[in-house]
């Protein structure tokens, strides 16, 4: 029987937040090993992921240091205001003379954040390639295809079986292998939440004017949409549907998918013209019940699953990968043993209430602004007015999406480890 892979810390799922974390224990002298049941090469394919993602400022800095941010300086989209706007109907924000709207601005917060807009938007698949590329430039060692199939946890390490017949073995694991985590249930960990009834249905569309940097919020009835500004003036849309109609949007044809586009889109940042395939996801809120487990550590959407409406679900893996990592470095460092249950749990302290706070919040956004019962659309659009006006909230808000507030890991502050 071949010798076990012996490694610091065994990653199952070669995503961007895994991919992440396995940069940063390397940067801070840690041997990690990533297991992935798939080639990186189908990762970056333009049809395996046709979302983009809003990363903030604070998560691309920890990319910078990393190296990777580098690799996507070109590809990244800044974001320099947010308009977010409430109505039945898209292009309520020409003037913005109604008292249902938000506006936020990166100059605002340009004293605190050095400069930084508010965030980056970012196709996944340029994010995928440019972390594949950091990967192996770091030579850290990557098995995939190779799929995990098995954990036995032993009192100082964990033993991996791999379907492929090898065996890997470290004194921890760290499942971010996404929502159906192999490693959570084996690791006996449950989960809480629930599916939405709806669909997030994406698509990138070229634009017949300059967007200027400027992304659009606008909350439907029917539910949130959002035009993402892209680089060479495109825009990643994304909204929700039932399911039932957005498989039908997925599939209609070109001439179709064009008419409902341009009459859900409006007319406030001119005609839009499909630029590629139309992408279809399930809709689901689901928590970790725990985020450790003896000799286990969870990541990303293994840990967590939110609702895209505040377009924080890779923001928070990519804290996760911060938190974890500068803990098992600094463990390291004295010694410590890293699966340890006191080392975990300093993670998981670091990282539980945040997590929560933005699962709730974003499940709560969602039914308070699809919600077309007139008094409450009333007490919202009042909501918004009060804090559009209030430049210290909105100050709050917007480094809060930033990832700049609370107890920030070091790489977060970009400083190495």
Known sequence: MARPIVCDVLIAGAGMAGATLAL??????LKPVLVDPLPFDTQTAP???????????????????????????????????????????????PGLKLPAFLRFDSSEIADRSDGEPLG???????????????????????????????????????????????????????????????????????????PYPEVGVVATVKLSRPHKGVAHEHFLPSGP????????????????????????????????FHAHLNRRFG??????????????????????????????ALLGDAAHGVHPIAGQGLNLGLKDAAALAEVLVEAARIGEDLGSEAVLERYARWRRADNVALA???DLFNRLFTNDIAPLRLLRGAGMALVNRVGPARRFFMQEAGGATGDLPRLLRGEAL
């Open 120 to 194: 980056y938007l970012i196709e996944n698949r340029h994010i995928r390639a440019a972390l594949a590329q950091q990967v192996k430039a770091a030579r850290i060692k990557v098995l995939a295809p190779a799929k995990v199939v098995g954990l036995q946890v032993g009192s100082d390490a964990v033993v991996v079986r791999l379907e492929d017949g090898r065996t890997t073995q470290a004194p921890l694991v760290v499942g971010s292998d996404g929502r159906g985590s192999l490693v959570r249930r084996e690791a006996g960990i449950g989960t809480v939440g629930w």
């Open 24 to 29: 940063a224990l390397q940067s801070g002298g």
């Open 267 to 296: 007319d406030f940042v001119g005609p839009a013209t499909l630029d590629g395939k139309v992408f279809v996801y399930p809709l689901a809120r689901e928590l970790a019940e725990a985020m450790t487990a003896p000799r286990i």
């Open 360 to 362: 709730a919040a974003t």
């Open 225 to 256: 949409f959002a035009i993402l500004p892209l680089t060479e003036d495109r825009a990643s849309l994304v909204w929700t549907e039932k399911a039932a109609r957005g498989r039908a949007l997925a599939g209609a044809r070109s001439e179709v």
């Open 47 to 93: 049809t395996f992921d046709g979302r983009a993602s809003a990363v903030a400022f604070s998560c691309f800095r920890q990319w910078r240091t990393l190296g990777v941010g580098q690799r996507l300086e070109a590809l990244a989209q800044r974001i320099e205001q947010i308009l977010v706007t409430d109505g039945r109907s898209p292009g309520a924000a």
